[in-house]
């Protein structure tokens, strides 16, 4: 059963309405904006640039193609799908919060990326783009936070391209115990008082401590791709699985059972 045929849907370690979840997201990621950038750096000690940059490399993108980052937030992928699409290609960056659509247009003119980068605020469940519109997906961090994370990935099947790669970047489950012990420490005790001092806002990383342990693990996310029409799955552990990187294929004879938001009509494969 799918979030939305519940009445409660989890909000970290909290359950609250459906109806409810992507306004308390929103909150959260309004809250913190500003300093997102400053914050990610101090959390990961700087390891998410190398896992945005591997998945980078493992997107193939190329000059002319068209490229879908999600929940792109501040626009750290989307400034280097811009420079690899070059002038005939096209990057979207799409995320559902405001205030980090923003923070990502800013960063991106102040580092000169303009002709080529579309920005949308939209919802990953029921993307608002015709069939077969992407080369490439990206969701690096966002997922988690999505209410019915099965019609979001049918969604991106539904708009990718035949031949096209959906990658998700997300938290995972480490495949240590003692690494896994030393996370959730790291997590619960110390991130929520690295938001008050960092960003003036201990519930929001308290928050996203809560929701990456409630995310499907590696094995659980590949199952619900190969579900929404994926093909050719597979997944690289990143510091010992706090981190995977999800891939799949949308195959040239890819059916899915899904109907467009937008032709209102079923989806040519």
């Known amino acids: 059963m799918s979030p939305t ?44 640039r190398v896992w945005k940059r591997l998945t980078i490399e493992r997107a193939g993108v190329r000059p002319g ?21 070059g002038p005939r290609g096209k990057v979207v960056l799409a995320d559902i919060n405001a205030s980090m659509l923003k923070v990502g247009r800013d960063k991106l003119m102040d580092n000169g990326v303009g002709g080529n980068v579309e920005y949308v605020q939209a919802n990953a469940e029921s993307l608002p783009f015709p069939d077969n519109s992407f080369d490439c997906i990206t969701i690096a961090f966002g997922l988690r936070n999505v209410t019915d994370k099965d019609a979001a990935l049918r969604s991106m099947a539904r708009v990718l391209k035949p031949g096209g790669r959906l ?28 938001g008050e001092l960092v960003a003036g806002d201990g519930d929001s990383y308290r928050y996203l401590a809560e929701s990456i342990r409630m995310h499907p693990d590696q094995e659980t996310l590949k199952a619900m791709m190969e579900e929404a029409g994926l093909e050719r799955v597979e997944y ?34």
Do not use: C
Request: proline share 6%.
């Open 5 to 48: 045929e519940k009445r409660t849907t989890d909000f970290g370690f909290q359950e609250v309405p459906v109806d409810e979840k992507a306004s308390r997201v929103a909150d959260v990621f309004h809250s913190v904006a500003a300093r997102y950038d400053v914050m990610n750096d101090l959390m990961s000690m700087g390891i998410h």
């Open 167 to 194: 990658l998700v970047l997300e938290f995972s489950k480490p495949n240590n115990p003692l690494l896994s012990k030393a996370y959730d420490e790291y997590s619960f005790r110390l991130l929520p008082k690295m």
């Open 65 to 85: 193609h068209h490229v879908l980052d999600i929940a792109g937030g501040t626009g750290d992928l989307t400034l280097k799908f811009s420079r690899l699409v």
């Open 236 to 269: 690289t552990n990143l510091t010992g699985g706090i981190v995977a990187l999800h891939r799949g294929i949308k195959l040239v004879n890819a059916r899915l059972t899904l109907y467009s938001p937008v032709t209102r009509r079923p989806p040519h494969g």
